[in-house]
């Protein structure tokens, strides 16, 4: 029987940009998962979440420090895949506590209701919080939870040069609409679908550094 070969990766994140039709404001925030899909027999996910602050639509750190641009280190094992979810734009002190109390899975699922139940204090904190109570919230929220994300597949024996950059596309979870002005004599603003759910919205890319 062949034995399966291992190595041992760090996934580090390089940078993220969305399409300039999407409208975000100048200055957004978001929080980011970036997952690892089954690296290894009898594991099936491993997460990291990280807030990403967006200028345009766009966030590049510069030479940012180890521990701030790695996300994961792991031992891989024959097929794997990573992948990247965005929520939609909320307020940077609602990533902040969303990645505090949150796993990476869980920012898929949590993000729509941080702006109604935790703006009033009425959840507390996530970790003390069953997670019936955190479901019958999420049932009351309308919100949609993840602006994007995107998956890349790793072949069984895949195998890295020292370090590999990895672009990611990233698509709609559902259609995207941006607010247009109907001119000075309307108050209110339309709306118009400017992306389909599955359309390609945006590129991260991770550098996966082979150790």
Do not use: N, Q
Request: hydrophobic content about 40%; proline content about 5%.
């Amino acid at each position: 029987m062949a034995t399966t070969s291992k190595s041992d990766i760090e996934i580090h994140f390089v940078s993220l940009a969305l399409d300039k039709g999407i409208g975000l404001p100048k200055h957004t925030s978001h929080a980011l998962s970036i997952d690892l899909v089954c690296p290894r027999p009898t594991v099936s996910r491993k997460s990291s979440s990280r807030k990403v602050e967006l200028s345009s639509g766009a966030c590049e750190p510069v030479s940012p420090p180890w521990t701030e641009s790695v996300a994961l280190k792991e031992t891989v094992s024959g097929r794997f895949g990573i992948e990247v979810s965005l929520t939609e734009a909320i307020s940077g002190e609602m990533a902040d506590y969303l990645v505090r109390t949150a796993s990476g899975a869980l920012v898929k699922v949590f993000a729509g209701m941080f702006g109604k139940a935790f703006a009033g204090g009425l959840l507390g904190d996530m970790a003390d919080i069953p997670l019936e109570t955190l479901a019958k919230a999420i049932a009351k929220d309308k919100s949609p939870d993840t602006l994007a994300c995107g998956v890349v597949d790793f072949e069984s024996g895949a195998r890295f040069p020292r370090r590999t950059v990895v672009e990611v596309p990233l698509v709609a979870v559902s259609d995207v609409s941006r607010k247009v002005s109907r001119g000075a004599r309307s108050s209110a603003p339309s709306s118009r679908k400017v992306f389909s759910k599955g359309e390609r919205i945006g590129t991260c890319l991770l550098a996966l550094e082979t150790l």
